[in-house]
């Protein structure tokens, strides 16, 4: 999942203020009425919209997650990650070759009412899930996650797509496809033209593969990305763009139980377990989502129990965690906190078909590899994020089948004497005095690097401008916001950007999408395209987890620090706080479904919140 990399900043020392002065502080978090029984969330960055096909972003995601459902989901508390079903009636069938994957739904199961259904219950069926699946495909949808689930295989639905693209026609909808099959109203099957045995992880993510009802498309049409209607536990409520979405509980959900399978060293989760075991979901009547991009809006929010739980903006981490230990204050108030190393990476890319910093010819290799080299990874870590996260050596996050923490690359080094000695072979001099390097044939030398305005992405900024200028190297910004950014860097248009991802699956195959020829478009951002690469790519993908496949994520991350498409910086440490009224709630590994497990206290928080 795409995510931005940072977290926002704001004033320091604000740990100390009054409750009166916390209270009043932070405006852009709405307060609601007293003993709402509703889940306060802060996001880090403005949503893009909720049709799941077309999305990609992590905050976009994590509504839509909560608003459809896919067929199966992991385990709210288990760990390692544990797969159940949750619109399937159980666990998949699936041939032995991994080729063939038979899934049945359980009956019963209702679309939220909504106008399209023209005052009809709407129950899901099977031919939802391939609607949803074959919606990917569409040329009109230009779904992010086209690459991904193209490269999957199934059995006879490129030819369908290909004809929609060369005939300039809507894609067809009712043309059967061989590898997309309703065997009965509830019963499903996905054929493959090659094994895949980890096609099932493609039905645990609900928000992009919840299931989505025609009629409710062809009602919206281009309005679609503000219309979810899913089977999920929420829907939507209120939309107030890039500033606030409220989700209310779905009075047509059906019957579903909590359960889970924490480990047995969990106290936590166990206790939650018996808690809450056989009590009916959602716990709560809705979600309230503010957009809080500051991190001083989101610590301010926290304090003064405008919003339930925060993930620690990083400059208020050493003040709230002190030696990593919660702040006794906090302590006395009873806020939980947990630390843990998030299964992501954050990056920076360079747009290869960009005639400055793009190309494959070693002086545009060099140019690359001396930026990389010339990066202070070390300073961004200590003083950007204050210490809150490790030094990436490749894309593969922590957690992840082919992480191997002992590996180590030049990806992570900082060597700006080295950096120098790269531009001065490859013909980047100052030919003019002036202090900056030109291009090998005279012409300025300027690297564009896309931002967004926050207060941190400043200082990351000024880290990117020490950096560069240590070498040489003339750096220009260019300011817009989130959204807008990535509407130009999935067009092409952007020099440099920078972004961070949040694995998904188990598996560390989704982030070498990102340097996957047929992902240009879509996640591969860099428009990166190498054979070598591709090939060992899709080796991987036939592979079960097995030593062959673990050396080839490495052999992988060699050719990308080699040609450095992307400059890998780090993997995120995070602390998640939350208030004592909330129980339940557990940002897990993953998954992005968890709102419907808080409980929210709500008499307790209008108490301690005054």
């Not at 080729?99 to 219950?121: E, H, M, N, Q, S």
């Not at 240590?470 to 067009?491: D, H, I, Y």
């Not at 092409?492 to 188990?506: E, F, H, I, R, S």
Request: charged fraction near 25%.
């Amino acid at each position: 999942m795409i995510d931005r990399r940072t977290w926002s900043a704001g004033v320091l020392g604000t740990l100390a203020l009054p409750i009166a002065a916390r209270a009043a502080a932070p405006e852009a978090a709405p307060s609601l009425n007293a003993g709402a029984n509703v889940l306060r969330v802060p996001f880090v960055a403005a949503e893009t919209g909720f049709d799941p096909a077309r999305i990609s972003d992590l905050y976009s995601r994590q509504v839509t997650a909560h608003i459809f459902e896919s067929p199966f989901c992991y385990d709210p508390l288990a760990m390692p990650v544990k797969v159940r079903p949750l619109t399937a009636a159980a666990m998949p069938e699936v041939s032995a070759d991994f080729r063939v994957w038979t899934i049945r739904l359980k009956p019963g199961i209702y679309f939220a009412d909504d106008p399209a259904f023209k005052g009809k219950r709407r129950e899901l069926v099977a031919e939802d899930c391939l609607y949803t699946i074959k919606r990917l495909f569409d040329p009109e949808t230009k779904s992010p996650g086209f690459s991904d689930i193209e490269e999957q295989g199934i059995l006879g639905i490129d030819a369908v797509r290909k004809k929609s693209l060369d005939l300039k026609k809507p894609f067809d909808y009712d043309t059967p496809v061989e590898g997309l099959r309703a065997l009965d109203r509830y019963t499903f099957q996905v054929r493959l033209t090659s094994p895949r045995p980890r096609f099932l992880a493609n039905f645990c993510d609900s928000g992009i593969y919840g299931a989505v009802a025609r009629e409710v498309v062809e009602f919206y049409g281009d309005d679609i990305m503000a219309h979810p209607v899913g089977t999920g536990p929420y829907r939507l409520k209120q939309w107030r763009r890039s500033s606030r979405i409220v989700l209310e509980r779905n009075p047509g959900f059906r019957e579903m139980l909590y359960d889970a399978e924490p480990a047995a060293d969990d106290v936590q989760g166990q206790a939650w377990l018996a808690r809450f075991r056989g009590r009916r979901l959602p716990f709560n009547d809705g979600v309230e989502i503010s957009v809080l991009e500051e991190g001083q809006a989101r610590w301010l929010s926290f304090l003064s129990g405008q919003v339930d739980y925060v993930r620690m903006p990083g400059e208020f981490v050493n003040i709230a965690m002190p030696n990593n230990r919660l702040a006794p204050n906090l302590a006395k108030r009873n806020i939980l906190a947990r630390r843990y190393v998030n299964p992501d990476f954050t990056m920076s890319w360079f747009n290869m078909e960009d005639p400055v910093v793009g190309g494959y010819t070693p002086e545009k290799v060099a140019l690359r590899r001396a930026i990389g080299l010339a990066y202070d990874i070390d300073r961004e870590i200590r003083i950007v994020r204050r210490g809150q996260a490790i030094a990436a050596q490749a894309a593969m996050p922590p957690g992840t089948f082919g992480y191997d923490p002992h590996y180590r690359s030049d990806n992570s080094l900082h060597d700006p004497a080295r950096a120098k000695a790269l531009l001065d072979t490859y013909g980047y001099l100052d030919r003019n005095g002036d202090g900056w390097r030109e291009q090998p044939d005279g012409s300025p030398l300027v690297i564009r690097l896309a931002t967004e305005s926050s207060q941190i992405n400043r200082q990351f900024n000024e880290t990117w401008q020490t950096s560069l200028s240590a070498v040489g190297l003339r750096l220009e910004f260019s300011t817009a916001q989130w959204p807008e950014n990535m509407k130009s860097a999935r067009a092409g248009k952007l020099q440099m950007w920078t972004l961070g991802n949040t694995a998904d699956t188990p598996d560390a195959q989704n982030a070498l999408e990102y340097m996957y020829g047929l992902s240009i478009g879509s996640s591969n951002l860099a428009r990166f395209k190498l054979p070598a690469f591709d090939a060992i790519y899709r080796r991987m993908q036939l592979l079960g987890d097995t030593p062959e496949r673990a050396a080839l994520f490495i052999e992988a991350s060699n050719l990308v620090v080699a040609y450095m498409p992307y400059r890998i910086h780090a993997h995120r440490v995070y602390t998640d706080l939350s208030q004592p009224w909330l129980q339940g709630w557990r940002q897990g590994a993953f998954r992005s479904e968890s709102w419907q497990f808080a409980e929210v206290d709500a008499t307790m928080r209008d108490r301690l919140s005054r």
